[in-house]
């Protein structure tokens, strides 16, 4: 069963913007914890962005300023909104939400910066 859907990824040239959403499926319960999450090709899947169940908001120390978190929970949805995109933001991201000692990933949306 899918828990957790990802859109809105795609291909964007330099400075450009995108918001990737995730479908939070209500099977989860209520997370403690949503974030993001990217991996480039050839590296390790790092950490984007996290945001708790109290609204507390940290990024991953390799993410820019141009990256904001945010959720809809009454529509169990979250967002990552990112401006000013660069090549070196090209990654598939995921979703990752975690209730308890139970984490769940998305099946991951791609995004490619390029001209």
């Given at each position: 069963q899918v828990q957790l859907v990802e859109s809105g990824g795609g291909l964007?040239?330099?400075?450009?913007?995108?918001?990737?959403?995730?479908a939070v499926?209500?099977?989860?319960?209520?997370?403690?914890?949503?974030?993001?999450?990217?991996?480039?090709?050839?590296?390790?899947?790092?950490l984007v962005a996290l945001l708790t169940d109290g609204g507390i908001i940290s990024y991953g120390r390799s993410v820019p300023g141009r990256f904001t978190i945010s959720r809809d929970a009454t529509a169990?949805?979250?967002?990552?909104q990112m401006v000013n995109l660069q090549p070196e933001d090209t990654a598939?991201?995921?979703?990752?939400?975690?209730?308890?000692?139970d984490g769940?990933?998305?099946?991951?949306?791609?995004?490619t910066v390029s001209s």
């Open positions: 964007v040239q330099p400075g450009g913007s995108l918001r990737l959403s995730c499926s209500k099977t989860i319960g209520s997370p403690d914890i949503l974030g993001w999450y990217r991996q480039a090709p050839g590296k390790q899947r790092e169990n949805m979250l967002y990552l598939v991201y995921y979703c990752h939400t975690r209730t308890g000692g769940k990933w998305g099946q991951g949306t791609q995004v």
